[in-house]
């Protein structure tokens, strides 16, 4: 059974980081494309960043130069480097692969 499990989200203050981690079972982590969503609420969900199996990325434009997405293919692992925070980045944050495959996703919640 394929599993995403992310974990890291919390309560941050605005201009603070968060780093999320998307821990990936029951594929071939190596090959496949991941990608980090987030959907705030009466809000669609939208896609934040993604990363190919070769390591090429892709950002939202609201997060370009703030967050970061990287993985590690052997911990099976996809991160979020979240810097720079704004109230509007608090959403609920999921990770994703090819196959409607979603983790439960973990809250961050930006505020003073």
């Known amino acids: 059974q394929v599993q995403l499990v992310e974990s890291g989200g919390g309560l941050v203050q605005p201009g603070g980081s968060l780093r999320l981690s998307c821990a990936a079972s029951?594929?071939?982590?190596?090959?496949?494309?991941m990608a980090w969503y987030r959907q705030a609420p009466g809000k669609e969900r939208e896609v934040v960043a993604t990363?190919?199996?070769?390591?090429?990325?892709n950002y939202g434009e609201s997060v370009k130069g703030r967050f970061t997405i990287s993985r590690d293919n052997a911990k099976n692992t996809v991160y979020l480097q979240m810097n720079r925070l704004k109230p509007e980045d608090s959403a609920f944050y999921y990770c994703?692969?090819?196959?409607?495959?979603w983790g439960q996703g973990t809250q961050v919640t930006v505020s003073s």
């Open positions: 029951g594929i071939i982590f190596s090959a496949r494309i």
């Open positions: 994703y692969t090819a196959g409607a495959y």
């Open positions: 990363i190919t199996s070769g390591g090429s990325t």
